[in-house]
């Protein structure tokens, strides 16, 4: 979330293992314009389904969401002529469930982010059409204008302020995952983490924290143990037996984990977070569009309306991430600092 190099690790970890195996094929060839899930001609107009063809990440769910003109009457005129809002997301080549992906039809792009993009261009009476790219590339079409806002787990960082505007709406978190009969729990406090032992994935963010927490509790007279493996099935195997006693990694990955696993004698559970900036700022997801472009204020005010009006928290609930809701959307709010970018 950090560089690019960083963030297509972040992504890679995201991955659930062989869920995501099966779903790759088809996200390879998903490039370009794309439908999003839910779209569906059977529903009445109004209506916006979230959860679509999630291959067990989400409930489904229909949601009344209309537009709001006092709200779209503040977009660009040049958007509003296209009649459109082109939504980028960066889910080339594989996808990270259940942020971006392909859904269970082996073609349709589904996800959080694109889901919640389907609600904002309704509130602001525009149709949806999905570009999808690799991560890179997601910035290159925001360059180019070819892509007029990107929903596609984005962190506000100082850095990316340069060339881009925000409008936030989940936090950026990480979390640790342990096993659903585990009494274990986080509570924001490292101090808890002496004496466990917890896996994590290389040259990742996580990683970097729980080395710190490491070095402070070896300070403190303390031990944390720190455990690799080389994938997610490895990870898992090595929690269900006793070997590890939480996994550290990003919160969308432990969302959809607990989900998939939730009836099953495997089952997980979420032990808390922790901000994916640091202890000193919680770090943001934001809808992300060019730099004077003259959107993240409407956008901003659209999602301000999901959130009054309560779509916003059923789409959280629906993709089992509540724990990452914001209070409201802000448009440029301080972000990652320039030496942490």
Same mark, same amino acid.
């Given at each position: 979330?950090?560089?690019?190099?960083?963030?297509?690790?972040?992504?890679?970890?995201?991955?659930?293992?062989?869920?995501?195996?099966?779903?790759?094929?088809?996200?390879?060839?998903?490039?370009?314009?794309?439908?999003?899930?839910?779209?569906?001609?059977?529903?009445?107009?109004?209506?916006?389904?979230?959860?679509?063809?999630?291959?067990?990440?989400?409930?489904?769910?229909?949601?009344?969401?209309?537009?709001?003109?006092?709200?779209?009457?503040?977009?660009?005129?040049?958007?509003?002529?296209?009649?459109?809002?082109?939504?980028?997301?960066?889910?080339?080549?594989?996808?990270?469930?259940?942020?971006?992906?392909?859904?269970?039809?082996?073609?349709?792009?589904?996800?959080?982010?694109?889901?919640?993009?389907?609600?904002?261009?309704?509130?602001?009476?525009?149709?949806?059409?999905?570009?999808?790219?690799?991560?890179?590339?997601?910035?290159?079409?925001?360059?180019?204008?070819?892509?007029?806002?990107?929903?596609?787990?984005?962190?506000?960082?100082?850095?990316?302020?340069?060339?881009?505007?925000?409008?936030?709406?989940?936090?950026?978190?990480?979390?640790?995952?342990?096993?659903?009969? #585990?009494?274990?729990? %986080?509570? +924001?406090?490292?101090?808890? &983490?002496? $004496?466990?032992?917890?896996?994590? !994935?290389?040259?990742?963010?996580?990683?970097?924290?729980?080395?710190?927490?490491?070095?402070?509790?070896?300070?403190?007279?303390?031990?944390?143990?720190?455990?690799?493996?080389?994938?997610?099935?490895?990870?898992?195997?090595?929690?269900?037996?006793?070997?590890?006693?939480?996994?550290?990694?990003?919160?969308?990955?432990?969302?959809?984990?607990?989900?998939?696993?939730?009836?099953?004698?495997?089952?997980?559970? #979420?032990?808390?977070? %922790?901000? +994916?900036?640091?202890?000193? &700022?919680? $770090?943001?997801?934001?809808?992300? !569009?060019?730099?004077?472009?003259?959107?993240?204020?409407?956008?901003?005010?659209?999602?301000?309306?999901?959130?009054?009006?309560?779509?916003?928290?059923?789409?959280?609930?629906?993709?089992?991430?509540?724990?990452?809701?914001?209070?409201?959307?802000?448009?440029?709010?301080?972000?990652?600092?320039?030496?942490?970018?």
């Amino acid at each position: 979330m950090r560089t690019a190099n960083l963030r297509s690790r972040l992504l890679r970890s995201l991955t659930a293992g062989t869920a995501v195996a099966t779903l790759a094929t088809g996200l390879a060839a998903c490039g370009g314009n794309s439908e999003a899930a839910g779209k569906s001609d059977n529903k009445p107009s109004g209506t916006v389904t979230v959860g679509a063809l999630s291959n067990g990440a989400a409930k489904e769910t229909d949601l009344k969401v209309s537009e709001v003109k006092s709200i779209s009457a503040k977009l660009p005129k040049s958007i509003v002529k296209q009649g459109k809002l082109v939504i980028g997301v960066g889910a080339l080549p594989t996808g990270s469930v259940p942020i971006q992906y392909v859904g269970d039809d082996q073609k349709t792009l589904t996800g959080s982010e694109p889901d919640f993009g389907r609600l904002v261009a309704a509130v602001l009476g525009l149709k949806p059409e999905l570009k999808n790219s690799t991560w890179e590339n997601l910035f290159v079409g925001i360059d180019s204008g070819k892509v007029d806002v990107a929903f596609s787990n984005v962190t506000d960082t100082e850095e990316r302020k340069k060339k881009y505007e925000f409008a936030t709406y989940r936090q950026d978190n990480l979390g640790f995952e342990v096993p659903k009969k #585990s009494p274990w729990n %986080f509570d +924001g406090d490292y101090k808890n &983490l002496a $004496g466990k032992t917890v896996s994590v !994935s290389r040259g990742t963010n996580q990683e970097k924290v729980l080395l710190e927490w490491k070095a402070k509790l070896k300070k403190e007279g303390k031990d944390l143990t720190v455990k690799y493996y080389p994938d997610n099935n490895s990870v898992y195997l090595a929690l269900n037996s006793g070997k590890i006693d939480a996994h550290f990694g990003p919160n969308p990955s432990i969302a959809y984990h607990t989900t998939h696993t939730a009836n099953t004698p495997n089952a997980t559970r #979420s032990a808390g977070k %922790f901000s +994916g900036a640091g202890a000193k &700022l919680q $770090g943001l997801i934001a809808a992300t !569009s060019k730099k004077d472009s003259g959107l993240a204020k409407p956008v901003a005010e659209a999602i301000n309306y999901l959130i009054k009006h309560g779509q916003y928290a059923k789409w959280l609930d629906a993709w089992n991430l509540s724990n990452e809701a914001v209070r409201t959307s802000q448009v440029n709010p301080p972000g990652l600092p320039l030496d942490n970018s």
